[in-house]
T-cell receptor, first 111, second 118 residues
Framework: GQNIDQPTEMTATEGAIVQINCTYQTSGFNGLFWYQQHAGEAPTFLSYNVLDGLEEKGRFSSFLSRSKGYSYLLLKELQMKDSASYLCAVSPSSNTGKLIFGQGTTLQVKP | GAVVSQHPSRVICKSGTSVKIECRSLDFQATTMFWYRQFPKQSLMLMATSNEGSKATYEQGVEKDKFLINHASLTLSTLTVTSAHPEDSSFYIC??????????????FGAGSRLTVL
């Protein structure tokens, strides 16, 4: 079956660094995505990993280890506006383009 | 970047009526679009894959006669919730596959449609 696990909730302080982990077990693997979703809004794309290693995009970085079925999203210099849900999603196939989503991690940034 | 437009953003209907939601890809063609449903505090669940010019592919447990999908052009897919019931109340989100700067196929999401069935 398909299984993607993330912590349900996390809390961090403004200006700090937070790491959101994601583990996955899927029938195939064609890349892992991180999306940000504010309450009542559509998800927005943050990052994509298909090879092992770290991808950095400004304050956000994402890491992938395919052998371990593991990824994390690292958020630096946290801002209040970073309070949102962060969704880990796996593309199991290159043919369909569909994504399988984890339950999402709700991050609350406190002053 | 790629933009997906979804309409309406909110709809309230009576039980037993049908509701149509439109999803348009702006400035790019999408032969494939995806329809997701999201219940409160839950993640996105894929309902179906909409294929331009052919029948949609539904995920297990999704009733194809209840959730009608039409993808008549390369920029438009519609989802019709037929004979809606209160348990169909949810956030429906469409997405289309676009290509980011690195060439990766990235799903771009519409703004979502919140359906409330009374």
């Amino acid at each position: 079956g398909q299984n993607i696990d993330q912590p349900t909730e996390m809390t961090a302080t403004e200006g700090a660094i937070v790491q959101i982990n994601c583990t996955y077990q899927t029938s195939g693997f064609n890349g892992l995505f991180w999306y940000q979703q504010h309450a009542g809004e559509a998800p927005t794309f943050l990052s994509y990993n298909v090879l092992d290693g770290l991808e950095e995009k400004g304050r956000f970085s994402s890491f992938l280890s395919r052998s371990k079925g593991y990824s994390y999203l690292l958020l630096k210099e946290l801002q209040m506006k970073d309070s949102a849900s962060y969704l880990c999603a796996v593309s199991p196939s290159s043919n369909t383009g569909k994504l399988i989503f984890g339950q999402g991690t709700t991050l609350q940034v406190k002053p | 970047g790629a933009v997906v437009s979804q309409h309406p953003s909110r709809v309230i209907c009576k039980s037993g009526t049908s509701v149509k939601i439109e999803c348009r890809s702006l400035d790019f063609q999408a032969t494939t679009m995806f329809w997701y449903r999201q219940f409160p505090k839950q993640s996105l669940m894929l309902m179906a894959t909409s294929n331009e010019g052919s029948k949609a592919t539904y995920e297990q447990g999704v009733e194809k006669d209840k959730f009608l999908i039409n993808h008549a052009s390369l920029t438009l897919s519609t989802l019709t919730v037929t004979s809606a019931h209160p348990e169909d109340s949810s956030f429906y989100i469409c997405s289309a596959k676009a290509t980011d700067g690195s060439g990766a196929n990235v799903l771009t999401f519409g703004a979502g449609s919140r359906l409330t069935v009374l």
